[in-house]
Structure formats: structure tokens, C-alpha cells
């Protein structure tokens, strides 16, 4: 066991490759907690971070709280009721019940809440939404320098709650029904929730690429929207981002730091044709090795390389494929 009593971080720990602590990870980035990863590749990796003689023995990935406190193998969950974040609702009947802590669900609360309506926010997972994942959103009003989405989501839960909203997370709304002028909401957790109006704020899932084995390296190699808290581990790895649309634009820039090589996959024959372009601009000029390939019905069709790796600047070069 480790003694060391000054630890400022969460820290954890697990195995390379991880699902378990991909998961972790990615929640406690949306949810704006500091934390070390640390990997255990080996029984020397094991015994020299938490005193432990076997890495095989262990029940991974292991989470170190700022008291010292260990939690094995945890679920999300555990690990958000150890940080005191699931909490039961304080009222019988709300004013407004909101499903969904994207950033249409917070903005909803802020307003609400700010003219005074008792409001219950309802989030199944992290605050945020798909903006959580997001590193760098610079078409929000009021940050001209841009804001990460974890960050921009953090901002609007303090002032959402600044305003006296109730928000409980890890909850899900699984089915409502109106009668008596109010909604009765079925929780996932056979609760129910009862308010005089609701807004559904649920946002996308993410369709899937249905890819042979996907199951089987999903958030071990797969990933959607997988981005702000994996980009720092890429390094010496090539990435492929599939989509040409602006978050995938994002994800390039930003993998591009990190990564030894990032390839981008796109269905159309142009990246204009499927999302913004500021990003695209940006991107040549700022980052190192990257390279699109477009794609139409299986075929290649071009690439496209920046060619501004030694000049920092260029209008990069296109390669038909054969
Ligand atoms: C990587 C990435 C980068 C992006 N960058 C930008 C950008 O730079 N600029 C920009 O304008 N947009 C950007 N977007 C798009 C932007 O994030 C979305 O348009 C925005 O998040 C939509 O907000 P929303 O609140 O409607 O839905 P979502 O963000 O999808 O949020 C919906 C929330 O509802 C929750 N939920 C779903 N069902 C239930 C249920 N039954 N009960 C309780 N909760 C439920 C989900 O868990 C989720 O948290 C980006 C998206 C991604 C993925």
C-alpha cells in the first residue's frame, strides 16, 4: 500500500488499453477532477506505485482519492457517490423537471432557476453532454479565446446551482406520462419524479460504425467522442478520426499535438461540404503531420497533407489516389 499522505490529485491506476478505466477517465475529465493516470504495465510498475507484489492479483483500475482512500475496480458510479455527487431529490414535486446536462439542459436551468422556478436537473452520466468531450469550442458567446467543453459545461453547473437548481447525476428518465397538469417521470432506478413542466433536453447517441469486432475494441482502441482525456496518451500512436464534420475537425487539431500521426477519414469529397471550416485553417498552419482521405462509395478519391511541417505556414498539397 502506498502511505504517502500528500496526495493533491486522484490518482488511477490500471492497465494500458483499459475499458474500465477508459470510462473512469473520461468521467472524471468531463467532470473537471484533476487526476494522474498512472499505467500498470508490469509487477515492477505495480510494486513501485502501490506497494503491491502482482499486478495480476489486483483488481484494476484502482482509484486514489485525495484522502488516501483506494477504491478496486469501481464503477463510475462508486466512484461519483465516494465523491459525495449522487444525492436524492430535496422536494416531492418540482417546478421543473430538466432531462439532459448537455448545454441546452444547463442553459434551460439557468434560466429557470434564475426567474425563480424550483428546478430539478436530471443528467444520466457526466454534465456537459457531447460538449463535454469537446477540447476547445470557440463559437460560444463570451469566450473569445475559446473554452474547453469540460470547462464551459463547469461554468454553467456552478451557475445553474448559483441559482438554487437541484441537479442529480448518474439518473435516467426512462418514461413520463401527464396527468393532473403534471408530468410523473419513471426513473432507471425505479424512482419516480414529479413536476409541473419538463424539458427534454436529451440531445444524440452517437451512431455506430458497426465495424467487424467493434464490441470487442470498444474503449480499447474504438472510441466515439473519445478526445479530451485520451489526446495526452497518443504519443508514438496513429490516429484515425472518422468524420469530416467540425467535431471531428476539432479532434484532429487536437490529437495532432499529441499524436505521432493522425489520418482523418471522410465519406464526402470535401471537408467543406460537412461541417465549419474555421478549424481547417487553423489546423495547417498551427499542427504537425496530419492527412485527410476522402472517401465516396469505398473509393479514395484524394489526400490532402499540410505541407507546412518544416515552414510552420502552407497551403499544404493534394494527391489524387490511383
Ligand atoms: C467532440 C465534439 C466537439 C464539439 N464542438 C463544438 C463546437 O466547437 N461548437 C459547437 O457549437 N458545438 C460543438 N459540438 C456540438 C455540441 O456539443 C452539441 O451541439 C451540444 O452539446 C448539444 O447540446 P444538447 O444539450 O442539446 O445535447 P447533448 O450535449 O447531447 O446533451 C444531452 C445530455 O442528455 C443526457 N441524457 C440523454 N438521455 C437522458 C435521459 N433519459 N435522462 C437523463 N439524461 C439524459 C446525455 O447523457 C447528455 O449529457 C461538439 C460536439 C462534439 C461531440
Not at 490529485?9 to 483499459?18: C, E, F, Q, W
Not at 444520466?124 to 463559437?139: K, T
Not at 406520462?177 to 419524479?193: G, H, L, W
Request: hydrophobic residues 40%.
Amino acid at each position: 500500500m502506498n502511505n504517502d499522505s500528500n496526495i493533491s490529485k486522484v490518482k488511477l491506476y490500471g492497465r494500458p488499453n483499459s475499458p474500465e478505466a477508459y470510462e473512469i477517465r473520461d468521467f472524471l475529465k468531463r467532470s473537471v477532477v484533476e487526476f494522474d493516470w498512472i499505467e500498470l504495465t508490469c509487477d515492477e510498475d505495480c510494486y513501485r506505485e502501490l506497494g503491491f507484489a502482482s499486478v495480476e492479483e489486483l483488481r484494476l483500475p484502482i482509484v486514489e482519492l485525495v484522502d488516501g482512500s483506494q477504491m478496486f475496480a469501481p464503477t463510475v458510479r462508486e466512484v461519483a457517490q465516494q465523491l459525495g455527487w449522487v444525492t436524492q431529490p430535496k422536494f416531492k414535486e418540482y417546478d421543473l423537471s430538466i432531462y439532459g446536462a448537455g448545454p441546452a439542459g444547463l442553459s434551460a436551468a439557468v434560466y429557470a432557476a434564475s426567474e425563480g422556478l424550483r428546478t430539478i436537473l436530471i443528467e444520466r452520466y457526466a454534465v456537459g453532454g457531447q460538449a463535454g468531450s469537446s477540447s476547445l469550442i470557440e463559437n460560444y458567446l463570451g469566450f473569445p479565446e475559446g473554452v474547453s467543453g469540460a470547462d464551459l459545461a463547469e461554468k454553467a453547473r456552478q451557475q445553474a446551482v448559483k441559482f438554487g437548481i437541484e441537479l442529480l447525476i448518474l439518473r435516467e428518465g426512462v418514461k413520463a406520462e401527464f396527468r393532473n397538469n403534471r408530468i410523473y417521470v419513471d426513473m432507471a432506478n425505479d424512482s419516480k419524479m414529479v413536476a409541473r413542466a419538463n424539458i427534454c433536453a436529451t440531445g444524440v447517441e452517437y451512431r455506430r460504425l458497426n465495424l467487424p469486432n467493434e464490441d470487442r475494441f470498444l474503449n480499447r482502441g474504438v472510441f466515439y467522442g473519445a478526445g479530451a482525456s485520451e489526446a495526452q496518451l497518443c504519443s508514438n500512436k496513429h490516429i484515425f478520426v472518422i468524420g469530416g464534420g467540425n467535431s471531428a475537425g476539432q479532434a484532429v487539431m487536437y490529437f495532432s499535438q499529441y499524436a505521432e500521426k493522425v489520418t482523418m477519414l471522410v465519406r464526402n469529397n470535401n471537408l467543406a461540404a460537412s461541417g465549419d471550416r474555421y478549424w481547417w485553417f487553423a489546423s495547417w498552419i498551427v499542427y504537425r503531420s496530419f492527412t485527410v482521405f476522402y472517401w465516396l462509395a469505398g473509393r479514395c478519391l484524394r489526400t490532402f497533407s499540410p505541407s507546412s511541417q518544416q515552414s510552420g505556414r502552407g497551403r499544404g498539397f493534394t494527391t489524387r489516389c490511383s
